[in-house]
């Protein structure tokens, strides 16, 4: 009897393996499928002068101070998940300001005009030649019928990625974080600016900012800005667009976008000296960093490379 029912077992025993293989591959299946994968203005590798904080060169992050919506992708198509960044403008023109019209359209075609605020906008918009100068933060203005329009800064020739990042408030991708971007052509004699070396501080309008981590290609890594001035911490940052720092990334080679989200909690007007960020830079390779911070009602904005490994 033990004999006979042995063959049996077994075949009951291979058909459990055999279901539980089946489950554990859906699983992981579903799982995998959840993600997708300068002297003159716009000239130097920094970003422009220093503006008044209600000035349009501005900061993006979340619906909590200090957090932000992680928008998914590196920003480098003008469409996902059926939502697109259109714009009939190909050109822009050098040496001056210009106005740069774009819309957003939905999975249905239509321009969408519902946007949640994320860190106090609905939109922020940003402008970065190829060479990684002249970067620009914005934040654009809407019509009643989804036409958004910003207004550059003066603009040296070459080629500009400019990107748009939003999070709808209706349709299909109601609550998703989007980064879209396209390129425009400034039409005269581009000069290539040479990538400053990777450095781990920087100064800018008196203030000194010390970089400390070094983060690897795809992983999420801690990463901390201590700013002092004439060698003294500074505790005096100011809370801008709900946190007190936004620190925006560009690939070099490629200009792919990338947001370090900031984790330091806001207190008034006590900020400093230290800022926290979890960085998750996708690729390896030089990152232009871009952190923006605000102290007497000025924004500075301050620029150095960051090499990942």
């Not at 997708?36 to 203005?41: A, C, G, Q």
């Not at 201590?226 to 005096?236: A, L, Q």
């Not at 936004?246 to 909690?265: Q, V």
Request: hydrophobic share 35%; net charge neutral; proline share 6%.
């Amino acid at each position: 009897m033990f004999a006979s029912s042995c063959p049996a077992v077994r075949r009951r025993r291979a058909l459990a393996a055999a279901g539980t293989a089946a489950v554990l591959a859906v699983t992981l299946a579903a799982c995998g499928s959840s993600s997708d994968s300068p002297s003159m203005p716009g000239m130097d590798h920094g970003a422009k002068p220093s503006a008044s904080s209600s000035a349009s060169a501005s900061s993006s992050m979340g619906d909590m101070p200090g957090m932000d919506h992680m928008a998914d992708g590196n920003g480098l198509t003008d469409n996902k998940d059926g939502y697109r960044l259109t714009s009939k403008d190909t050109t822009l023109a050098a040496g001056r300001q210009a106005a740069y019209r774009f819309a957003v359209t939905g999975p249905d075609g239509k321009p969408v005009t519902a946007f949640a605020l994320d860190q106090t906008k609905r939109m922020h918009f940003y402008a970065i030649r190829s060479d990684l100068t002249g970067f620009q933060h914005i934040h654009p203005t809407m019509a009643a019928d989804g036409a958004w329009t910003t207004d550059l800064d003066t603009l040296a020739p070459g080629s500009w990625r400019l990107f748009a990042s939003f999070t709808p408030d209706s349709g299909a991708g109601k609550g998703t974080a989007f980064v879209l971007s396209r390129t425009v052509t400034v039409p005269g004699a581009a000069t290539k600016t040479p990538l400053p070396a990777a450095a781990k501080t920087v100064d800018v309008d008196g203030y000194t900012l010390t970089v400390k981590g070094d983060p690897m290609a795809g992983m999420e890594h801690p990463l901390t800005v201590t700013v002092t001035k004439n060698g003294k911490p500074v505790t005096d940052l100011q809370p801008y667009l709900g946190t007190y720092a936004h620190l925006t990334a560009f690939h070099e080679g490629d200009t792919a976008f990338a947001h370090l989200h900031p984790t330091t909690k806001v207190n008034g007007d006590h900020g400093g000296p230290e800022l926290s960020f979890n960085a998750e830079l996708p690729t390896s390779g030089n990152w232009r960093l871009f952190l923006q911070f605000q102290t007497g009602g000025r924004l500075h904005t301050a620029a150095l490379t960051l090499n990942v490994s």
